[in-house]
């Protein structure tokens, strides 16, 4: 009888054990970090000047504001954290990850097979371009409809020839061309659709979302065009480090966190719905 009683005894505590060291393997696996975050420190490279992914909100703020911001700092407090923001020009951003300057690269800046050449870096947001209009405008549906009516582009973008092709397809339909007139900024382009000089615009999703939430109801997109660029965080060379951040992003998404970071921004519900993977 006492050597059932201490068999099963043994089981228990083997049973016990072996649970333990699961749970402990679980958790660990949940708290893995990247090797270069030391000291309950991140630091990231931006420019800080691509709203509403990041910028600063007022003259003389200290502090980035934009969602992309929030994703990183939602990474950072997963991995036992605090991000810190290192600011520069956009061109020097990368090689900032050669001579540690920062970690990781965080500045709506695409994936590109080049970028991938030298650096790391998980794709987790697609821009799509989109048509703008006047929040009253019920007419305005499909980029056709504004033939016969002004279009307002910002000078030197891709846009400009966006327009073109379009005026080609709708002349040799019969159709009136669309009038472009180019303006040196965003901000200017937007101004001509509230006063109700131009009829509509060209721009990024991420764009046309910062413009909605300073003007909240005079503006909207009736139309998104299929073409997408995936925005991507960078880093250094490392399998192991790109898995862990790949992970990181992947458990925003499975959580909600993210869909509620996009409504917060009004960014578009389905932007983060890419996969994290590159060819």
Same mark, same amino acid.
């Given at each position: 009888?006492?050597?059932?009683?201490?068999?099963?005894?043994?089981?228990?505590?083997?049973?016990?054990?072996?649970?333990?060291? /699961?749970?402990?393997?679980?958790?660990?696996? &949940?708290?893995?970090?990247?090797? /270069? $975050?030391? =000291?309950?420190?991140?630091?990231?490279?931006?420019?800080?000047?691509?709203?509403?992914?990041?910028y600063?909100?007022?003259?003389?703020?200290?502090d980035?504001?934009? /969602?992309?911001?929030?994703?990183?700092? !939602?990474?950072?407090?997963?991995?036992?954290a605090k991000?810190?923001?290192?600011?520069?020009?956009?061109?020097?951003l990368?090689?900032?990850?050669?001579?540690?300057?920062?970690?990781?690269?965080?500045?709506?800046?695409?994936?590109?097979p080049?970028?991938?050449?030298? %650096?790391?870096?998980?794709? %987790?947001? =697609?821009?799509? $371009?989109?048509?703008?209009?006047?929040?009253?405008?019920?007419?305005?549906?499909?980029?056709?409809?504004?033939?016969?009516? $002004?279009?307002?582009?910002?000078?030197?973008t891709?846009y400009?020839?966006?327009?073109?092709?379009?005026?080609?397809?709708?002349?040799?339909?019969?159709?009136?061309?669309?009038?472009?007139?180019?303006?040196?900024?965003?901000?200017?382009v937007?101004?001509?659709?509230?006063?109700?000089?131009? +009829?509509?615009t060209?721009?990024?999703?991420? +764009?046309?979302? %910062?413009?909605?939430?300073?003007?909240?109801?005079?503006?909207?997109?009736?139309?998104? %065009?299929?073409?997408?660029?995936?925005? =991507?965080?960078?880093?250094?060379?490392s399998?192991?480090?790109?898995?862990?951040l790949?992970? &990181?992003?992947? !458990?925003?998404?499975?959580?909600?966190?993210?869909?509620?970071l996009?409504?917060?921004?009004?960014?578009?519900?389905?932007?983060?719905d890419?996969?994290h993977? $590159?060819?």
């Amino acid at each position: 009888m006492t050597s059932v009683i201490s068999g099963t005894k043994t089981a228990l505590l083997a049973g016990t054990m072996l649970a333990a060291l /699961f749970s402990a393997g679980h958790a660990s696996a &949940a708290d893995q970090k990247p090797d /270069f $975050v030391s =000291g309950g420190v991140l630091k990231v490279c931006t420019s800080g000047e691509f709203p509403p992914m990041e910028y600063y909100e007022n003259p003389g703020d200290k502090d980035l504001v934009g /969602f992309e911001i929030d994703v990183i700092d !939602a990474i950072a407090k997963r991995w036992g954290a605090k991000a810190e923001y290192v600011v520069g020009d956009f061109k020097g951003l990368l090689p900032s990850l050669d001579s540690k300057r920062c970690d990781l690269v965080a500045s709506g800046i695409m994936i590109t097979p080049a970028r991938l050449e030298k %650096y790391d870096g998980i794709p %987790y947001f =697609g821009s799509h $371009v989109v048509l703008v209009t006047a929040g009253s405008d019920t007419e305005t549906k499909v980029p056709a409809d504004v033939s016969g009516k $002004v279009m307002a582009i910002e000078a030197g973008t891709t846009y400009e020839k966006t327009v073109a092709d379009l005026n080609t397809e709708l002349e040799a339909a019969g159709k009136a061309p669309i009038e472009a007139q180019t303006y040196p900024s965003a901000s200017g382009v937007i101004e001509q659709i509230l006063v109700g000089r131009a +009829t509509a615009t060209i721009t990024q999703d991420t +764009t046309a979302a %910062y413009r909605m939430l300073q003007v909240p109801g005079r503006l909207n997109i009736p139309y998104t %065009y299929d073409q997408s660029e995936n925005y =991507g965080i960078y880093l250094r060379k490392s399998a192991g480090d790109r898995q862990i951040l790949k992970e &990181a992003i992947e !458990a925003l998404q499975a959580s909600g966190e993210m869909k509620t970071l996009l409504k917060k921004w009004q960014l578009p519900e389905t932007a983060t719905d890419v996969s994290h993977d $590159v060819n």
